[in-house]
């Protein structure tokens, strides 16, 4: 599947070896044209996706359009944008999860490496 990447300025560098990983793991990356630009100057492959405000097709489409699985939105802050309400909205109507800080970015990809392993097995209680 594919991931939407779209992070605020202190997390562009916090998010390069997520996206790395989310790589490895098969996955494709989509970003914001600030996030893809970052990643892409790390050598990390993503597609550059408008935002809502730019034009279409834009990421509402793409989710609208069942191309994206997951989404890693990190709010802007002080500026937190309409734009972001609309795309977490887009995300919830259509059942995608979102994921909205860096250390939950890196704790979601670890649980997918976790159980792509083959190491998650079921135990009684008593075992723990």
Known sequence: GKVFISVNQPDKEKVVPIAKRL???????????????????????????????????????HIINDEIAMVFLTASGADYHEEEIELRQAALSYHIPIVTTITAAEMTVSAIERYLSDSVSVKPIQAY
């Open 23 to 61: 790589l490895a793991l098969g996955f494709t990356i989509s970003a914001t044209r600030g996030t893809a630009k970052v990643l892409e100057s790390e050598g990390i492959s993503c597609q550059s996706v408008q935002k809502i405000a730019e034009g279409r097709p834009n990421v509402r489409d």
